[in-house]
Every structure is written in structure tokens, then in C-alpha cells.
């Protein structure tokens, strides 16, 4: 926990940003009966009915500081999707940096061994070489800023019936380029000192 505390309070550079990562899941749905579109004084009406339609992944990759985000959907979220987000970030998002230090929770896929698996062992080492893990704590997902993006974008995105993993896709980025556009950043305010006063039971007792 403090490790991550003190990361967020690091002050910004462009050679060595940090990044947080976390994914999430969205059923897709279609509509059975058509909805009823709006009247004056009558919203549009929806029909209980839906016909699950499969299941998509959310990749969130946010950098607090510069407010800058990019989110994937895919169709899965096993080792080999992670590591192919991992070298997008690298090679893509962040070509220049130095290192990249990536926050993000302790699940067994979010490590150095699922680019060994997904790539050559000469490419998941340079891959490994400019990245530092910094895994937040169990019961500790709060601490990532991924997550608390994600919940955005479950609030003002998602809260709906979508049909298909392309109309996810296409939502999602018109939300990303308008929240990016608005360089909504992020200003962590709870330090490694409050953590120590508010958190007190979580510290051993000497």
C-alpha cells in the first residue's frame, strides 16, 4: 500500500510515467422487441425482455497525472490479452519512455510470465526491461485509479443494454476521446502519513 502511495505522489515524467491498469467485464444484450421511441412527455420505453449476446473485456490503461487513457475491448481477458495491452502500451502509448511503472492488482495473469508465453523470449525481455510492477495490496483495489475510471465509464457509458462487442467498441472510444480531449486527470490526495493514522489496524503492533 505504501509503495503505491508513494509512487502516486511522485512528481510527473515523461521518461518514466506511471501507468494503472485494471479490467472488467461487460455482458452484451440485444433487444427482443424494438423499444419504443420517445413522445412528448414519454420517455423511450424498453421491454424487459434481452437475448445475452456474449461477453466482452475492458482493458482501462489510465496515466493520473497527464489525464491520458486508453481502453480496449477484447474478447477475452487470459495471459496472452494482457501481455498483447502490455506491449501496446510500450511500443505504442509510450514509445520514448525509459520505464513505465504499471500499477494494477495482483491477479496471476499481471506478470513477466505471461510475456513469455504470448511472445519470444528475446521480446518479453525487452518488454520486462522497461517496465516496474507495482501491485496494490489484497482487498486493496481502491488504490488503483483504473478502477475508479472504470466506474466512470460503467456510469456514464455503460449502464445500458449494448448488443455487440463493435457498438461496445465504438461507445467506449467516443467516451475515451471526450474524456481525453478534457484532460481529466487525477490528483491523489491520501498519502502514506494518512494512511498510517486512518489504517493503524492494518500495521502490527510493536
Known sequence: MENTLELYHQPYDREEPTVCMDETTKQLTREVIEPLPPEPGRPERFDTLYQRNGVATIFMLFEPLSGRRRVAVTEGKTRLDWAWQVRRLLDEDYPQARKVHLVMDNLNTHGGASLYQAFAPEEARRLLSRLEFHYTPKHGSWLNVA????????????????????????????????????????????????????????????
Open 147 to 206: 478502477e475508479i475510471e472504470l466506474s466512470v465509464l460503467s456510469r456514464q457509458c455503460l449502464d445500458r443494454r449494448i448488443p455487440d462487442g463493435t457498438t461496445l467498441a465504438r461507445e467506449i472510444e467516443a467516451w475515451q476521446n471526450d474524456r481525453n480531449n478534457k484532460a481529466s486527470k487525477v490528483k491523489w490526495q491520501f498519502k502514506t502519513k494518512d494512511a498510517r493514522v486512518k489504517l493503524r489496524r492494518l500495521y502490527p503492533t510493536i
